[in-house]
């Protein structure tokens, strides 16, 4: 069974870069596709990034490319999203998710979903 946990929110400021992470303590997560999204007060969520299940090929919304950079170690079970130059409008709750496929497809959906860091961005 899957159970994600994400890691590394909280409040930070504008232009500053966390990290964040997420651990799959269910199984190994080596066989398929891994994304972030992100839901801001009073939106829809949204995709921020995914990648495919061996680390060789990333995808990224418009809104964050080259900003944001998504990795992961499949032996220690980990994905992360590294955010850059952040500003106030990537506020949001944060969520890891997981796709039953190799590699990212986005009509196929998510199969699970963390259950989201907050990180906050103060100007």
């Known amino acids: 069974q899957v159970q994600l946990v994400e890691s590394g929110g909280g409040l930070v400021q504008a232009g500053d870069s966390p990290r964040l992470s997420c651990a799959d303590s269910?199984?190994?997560?080596?066989?398929?596709?891994m994304g972030w999204f992100r839901q801001a007060p009073g939106k829809e969520r949204e995709f921020v990034a995914a990648?495919?299940?061996?680390?060789?090929?990333?995808y990224y919304a418009d809104s964050v490319k080259g900003r944001f950079y998504i990795s992961r170690d499949n032996a220690k079970n980990t994905m992360s999203l590294q955010m850059n130059s952040l500003v106030p409008e990537d506020t949001a709750v944060y969520y890891c998710a997981v796709q039953y496929n190799n590699y990212w497809i986005e009509r196929y959906g998510v199969d699970y979903w963390g259950k989201g860091t907050l990180v906050t961005v103060s100007s």
């Open positions: 990648i495919n299940w061996s680390g060789g090929r990333s």
């Open positions: 269910g199984r190994p997560f080596n066989n398929y596709a």
